[in-house]
Every structure is written in structure tokens, then in C-alpha cells.
């Protein structure tokens, strides 16, 4: 089956630690997003890739990290310099072409 | 600045009835538009979307209305149901931007049996 898969679900983190959130896809798509939701808020963007070797900065890239080696992933590097990490990250993927984005399950994490 | 908005946070409405979801834009450029339905905990899926060149898009009991002059999008549900209950999203991209997603910031219904 296709799809997009971000591991894991749930994730907790002492202060001051880096982590890494997984996201891959086998829908053989080009352009990957990170997205944050907080709690009564909406989605906003933290990196895109629409290439491999490729990504850029969205709206709240600070304390964040990302990489693109592969077509197929695109991990996400929560780093100490992050003030509020706390949040449901989504991982999402599409087609250049097509605009409609397909969402991962979301990973919950938590840092204490 | 919030180029996409929804500004009822949520909405409580009785099954068998209709649901209306209200979304605006101040991006002229945004040539088309999306509502993503999420469960809480779950990444959001895909519901209906509709281009800039039509003024409505109907599948099933969703239908989707486009207001251009009025930067206006509604997304109708009829007749509801206590499954619909979820966040929703609008969403809308400008293919000279590159396609990205611009969200609003969600409208919680509440399907009440």
C-alpha cells in the first residue's frame, strides 16, 4: 500500500536533547513538508523539500532541522534551540504537480 | 498575517442537518482551494477541493461553493452526521508559488445525534 509513515507516535524528550522525528513515503512523490499543530491552532509550516538535496524554510523554521537525501524521507530534527517543541508534528507529501498534500498520522512529541 | 481564515473556531450542529463551513482569503493569487477533515491525534485526510475556475464542486454530501469576487469559500455538509464530527481545514495554494499549502486555522464541528 502506499502512503506516508512518520514514526513514532509518541515521543518524549528531556529539555535540552536534540530529536529526530522520522517521515517516509512510497508514493513516489517530489515535495515533502513538516508542518506543527498546536493545540486550537492551525497548521504552520516548518521546512519543505521539493527535491532531493533540496529545502527550504517555512514559517517557523527556527530550532529546527530537516534533511533530504532521499526521495523517499525527510526527517525532522527538533534541536535544544527549539523554546517550545512541544506539539503534534506532521509529516505530508505530494506531487509537484498535483496540489493536493497526503498527511502522515502525526507524531505527538513531548519534551519534559 | 493569516492570508487563510476561518474565523468560526467551532460549530455544534443537529445530525440530518446541515453543516455550512465558512473559509476566507486576502491572496488573489490562490488558484485552488481544499478542505482536509481531522480526527483528533491523526494526521488530516483529504476531503474535496475545488479549482478557481468553477464556482462549486459536489461529492457526495459535500459540496464545496467558491465566492472569487468575495474571497469566500464554504464547504457544505448534508445531511450531517456524528462520524462528521472533526476539525476541518480549508486550505489554499497559488501555482505560481510553487503549490504550497497555505492553511487556516480549523473549525471544530460537533454532530450532535
Known amino acids: 500500500d502506499g502512503g506516508i509513515t512518520q514514526s513514532p507516535k509518541y515521543l518524549f524528550r528531556k529539555e535540552g536533547q536534540n530529536v529526530t522525528l522520522s517521515c517516509e513515503q512510497n508514493l513516489n512523490h517530489d515535495a515533502m513538508y513538516w508542518y506543527r499543530q498546536d493545540p486550537g491552532q492551525g497548521l504552520r509550516l516548518i521546512y519543505y523539500?521539493?527535491?532531493?538535496?533540496?529545502?527550504q524554510k517555512g514559517d517557523i523554521a527556527e530550532g529546527y532541522s530537516v534533511s533530504r537525501e532521499k526521495k523517499e524521507s525527510f526527517p525532522l530534527t527538533v534541536t535544544s534551540a527549539q523554546k517550545n517543541p512541544t506539539a503534534f508534528y506532521l509529516c505530508?507529501?505530494?506531487?509537484?504537480?498535483?496540489?493536493?498534500?497526503?498527511f502522515g498520522q502525526g507524531t505527538r512529541l513531548t519534551v519534559v | 498575517d493569516q492570508q487563510v481564515k476561518q474565523n468560526s473556531p467551532s460549530l455544534s450542529v443537529q445530525e440530518g442537518r446541515i453543516s455550512i463551513l465558512n473559509c476566507d482569503y486576502t491572496n488573489s493569487m490562490f488558484d485552488y482551494f481544499l478542505w482536509y477533515k481531522k480526527y483528533p491525534a491523526e494526521g488530516p485526510t483529504f476531503l474535496i477541493s475545488?479549482?478557481?475556475?468553477?464556482d462549486k464542486n459536489e461529492d457526495g454530501r459535500f459540496t464545496v461553493f467558491l465566492n472569487k469576487s468575495a474571497k469566500h469559500l464554504s464547504l457544505h455538509i448534508v445531511p450531517s452526521q456524528p462520524g462528521d464530527s472533526a476539525v476541518y481545514f480549508c486550505?489554499?495554494?497559488?501555482?505560481?508559488?510553487?503549490?504550497?499549502?497555505?492553511f487556516g486555522g480549523g473549525t471544530r464541528l460537533m454532530v450532535k445525534p
Open positions: 486550505a489554499a495554494s497559488a501555482f505560481d508559488a510553487g503549490n504550497m499549502l497555505t
Open positions: 475545488i479549482s478557481s475556475i468553477k
Open positions: 523539500s521539493q527535491i532531493v538535496n533540496d529545502f
Open positions: 505530508a507529501s505530494s506531487n509537484y504537480l498535483n496540489t493536493e498534500a497526503f
